[in-house]
């Protein structure tokens, strides 16, 4: 594991203090689970366009033609 030092305004500290405390965890858990959600969402995002990128037009509206033209199933309300 490695060591990080940041330094932050006394207000974003206090706000910090604060969450990580109504979330029941430590100010390093709080930040190390901050990092990982925000390192997954680029992540996610770079390799939905990387996909979009393989993406061809006329194979995706060849692929909606197979489809039926069917009104959704209603479920009932819980």
Do not use: C, W
């Not at 594991?1 to 858990?29: C, F, I, W, Y």
């Not at 390799?47 to 990128?53: F, I, M, S």
């Not at 061809?56 to 009932?76: A, C, G, I, N, S």
């Amino acid at each position: 594991m490695s060591t990080l030092s940041v330094r932050l305004p006394k207000s974003l500290h206090k706000r910090l203090k604060e969450m990580a405390d109504k979330e029941g965890v430590s100010m390093n858990q709080f930040i190390t689970l901050a990092i990982t959600e925000k390192v997954s969402t680029l992540l996610t995002v770079d390799y939905l366009k990387e996909r979009a990128q393989k993406g061809d037009r006329k194979t995706f509206e060849e692929l909606l033609e197979k489809v039926p033209d069917t009104e959704p199933e209603e479920f009932d309300k819980l």
